[in-house]
């Protein structure tokens, strides 16, 4: 059987969704899909911090636009009623969030944006790339994770190249979305497919994930722990949910130097800093890892603490 439709069933079965369609990248899922179902005469209401690929996915759209405040539900619900008393009749309404937010770690309410959406009869889109491998039953993401139903999310985007560790964005949902995105969304249409050796390497992760849970769990047991070392050490820890954890510290150059101290140190820590994030919300982005020993997580722990002190950040 041809690898890659092999890859589309095995993932399907995975995401206990009818179809799933596998793209060259995420990016290429958001951009591709999202002018595709919603367009002129329609609506798309966004969380102010998805992600870079769902900004131009949309903007690739000729729909109107509406903008909620981060995961707040009752800004969705103002957005959608004003959509409703306050302009004309729109033939679709799309919401989208990311699932897991990448800069915060934090978890969207999909379970209240999903019964908001279904108040309003809107359709939604949930980009999962940082939930998968790491929330719900196998690491299955934030659809399982909520115990929704493909009823009630019925646009589910993953990536392969974070908890996969391979290369990869796919869509999972109903037959007719498959259907429909394979002969309407043209980054999939006029792209090459994946070679075999990474369809065949993206089906070996998800094998993974369903015979060895013990790697989901080592995820949170690390994650568990370095967060409660970080709090305890007066670290900043913003409000992450995830294995994301942010080390936030304010000021760009602070966030530099913190950066630097730790890779002398031998912790390899990224700032992200302005423009990425607001001119004072500057960090260390931290992701844990299943593949860490705990000798390795107390190692990072220590760093950070002797660099914090250093710095006077704690």
Same mark, same amino acid.
């Given at each position: 059987m041809?690898l890659h439709?092999?890859l589309e069933?095995?993932l399907?079965k995975f995401?206990r969704a009818?179809?799933s369609?596998?793209?060259?990248t995420? !990016?290429a899922? /958001?951009?591709g899909?999202?002018p595709?179902?919603?367009g002129e005469?329609?609506?798309?209401?966004?969380?102010e911090? /998805?992600?870079?690929?769902i900004?131009?996915?949309?903007?690739?759209?000729?729909?109107?636009?509406?903008?909620?405040?981060?995961?707040d539900v009752?800004?969705l619900a103002?957005?959608?009623?004003?959509?409703e008393?306050?302009r004309p009749?729109y033939?679709?309404i799309?919401?989208?969030t990311?699932?897991?937010f990448?800069?915060d770690?934090d978890?969207a309410p999909?379970?209240?944006?999903?019964?908001?959406?279904a108040?309003?009869g809107?359709?939604?889109y949930?980009?999962d790339?940082?939930?998968?491998?790491?929330?719900g039953e196998?690491g299955?993401?934030?659809?399982?994770?909520f115990?929704?139903t493909?009823?009630?999310?019925?646009?589910?985007m993953?990536?392969f190249?974070?908890?996969?560790?391979?290369?990869?964005?796919?869509?999972?949902g109903?037959?007719s979305? !498959?259907?429909f995105?394979y002969n309407?969304?043209r980054t999939w249409l006029?792209?090459?497919?994946?070679?075999?050796?990474?369809?065949?390497?993206c089906?070996?992760?998800?094998?993974?994930?369903?015979?060895?849970?013990?790697?989901?769990?080592t995820?949170?047991?690390h994650?568990?722990?370095?967060?409660?070392? =970080?709090a305890?050490?007066?670290?900043?820890?913003?409000h992450s949910?995830?294995?994301?954890?942010?080390? =936030?510290?304010g000021?760009s150059?602070?966030?530099?130097?913190?950066?630097n101290?730790?890779?002398?140190?031998?912790? !390899?820590?990224?700032?992200i800093v302005?423009p990425?994030v607001?001119?004072?919300?500057?960090r260390?982005?931290?992701?844990? /890892?299943?593949?860490?020993?705990?000798?390795?997580?107390?190692?990072?722990i220590?760093?950070?603490e002797k660099?914090g002190?250093?710095?006077h950040?704690?």
């Amino acid at each position: 059987m041809d690898l890659h439709v092999e890859l589309e069933k095995r993932l399907a079965k995975f995401k206990r969704a009818q179809a799933s369609l596998v793209y060259q990248t995420g !990016f290429a899922a /958001n951009a591709g899909l999202i002018p595709q179902l919603a367009g002129e005469g329609d609506l798309i209401v966004s969380d102010e911090l /998805n992600h870079g690929s769902i900004i131009d996915g949309v903007r690739l759209s000729k729909a109107e636009r509406g903008v909620f405040k981060h995961a707040d539900v009752a800004s969705l619900a103002k957005v959608l009623e004003d959509a409703e008393h306050h302009r004309p009749s729109y033939r679709r309404i799309l919401i989208i969030t990311d699932g897991v937010f990448s800069m915060d770690g934090d978890i969207a309410p999909l379970d209240r944006i999903a019964a908001e959406a279904a108040r309003h009869g809107a359709m939604v889109y949930v980009d999962d790339a940082h939930g998968e491998g790491v929330l719900g039953e196998g690491g299955r993401g934030i659809v399982e994770h909520f115990h929704l139903t493909r009823e009630q999310v019925q646009v589910e985007m993953g990536t392969f190249s974070k908890a996969f560790g391979v290369v990869g964005g796919h869509v999972s949902g109903s037959q007719s979305l !498959f259907d429909f995105a394979y002969n309407k969304s043209r980054t999939w249409l006029l792209s090459g497919s994946h070679p075999p050796p990474v369809a065949a390497a993206c089906t070996a992760a998800i094998d993974v994930l369903e015979t060895e849970p013990q790697h989901v769990q080592t995820l949170w047991t690390h994650t568990r722990r370095f967060k409660k070392a =970080m709090a305890d050490a007066g670290f900043d820890i913003g409000h992450s949910e995830t294995p994301i954890t942010p080390i =936030m510290v304010g000021e760009s150059l602070k966030a530099k130097q913190l950066s630097n101290r730790l890779y002398e140190l031998g912790v !390899f820590a990224l700032p992200i800093v302005f423009p990425m994030v607001a001119k004072d919300k500057a960090r260390i982005r931290t992701i844990m /890892n299943a593949a860490l020993t705990p000798d390795d997580v107390q190692f990072a722990i220590s760093a950070f603490e002797k660099a914090g002190r250093e710095l006077h950040i704690v």
